[in-house]
């Protein structure tokens, strides 16, 4: 998505099931904009927090974007734990981990 995004898509199957592989849904904060509920940007397994963590960034300059954090529960789906947030592109760069908590971190 965009030049500076590349989109991300989890599924959950179980294991000896007979059932489809299923898109896992995410759950992001009200009033914030969601391309799919489904899609995750830039993500990546964090072992320092133990969990799957993404950003996006809204222009080339790194100036404004998103920043995400979710765990897995124990029955296998994503929980939201941490939602920041810059969508002010003024073109002062900042860490994506240092715009705005709009979600509290548990």
Not at 22 to 40: C, D
Request: aromatic share 12%; proline share 6%.
């Amino acid at each position: 998505m965009g030049l500076h995004n590349l989109a991300n898509l989890y599924i959950r199957r179980i294991k000896g099931s007979k059932q489809p592989a299923r898109l896992i849904a995410l759950r992001r904060p009200k009033g914030q904009p969601v391309t799919s509920k489904y899609i995750l940007f830039n993500s990546f397994w964090d072992l320092n927090r133990g969990a799957l963590t993404s950003f996006t960034v809204d222009r080339g300059l790194s100036d404004c974007g998103s920043f995400e954090v979710h765990r897995f529960t124990s029955d296998g789906y994503l929980e939201l734990i941490e939602y920041r947030a810059k969508r002010n592109c003024d073109g002062k760069f900042r860490e994506p981990t240092d715009y705005p908590l709009i979600y509290p971190a548990m």
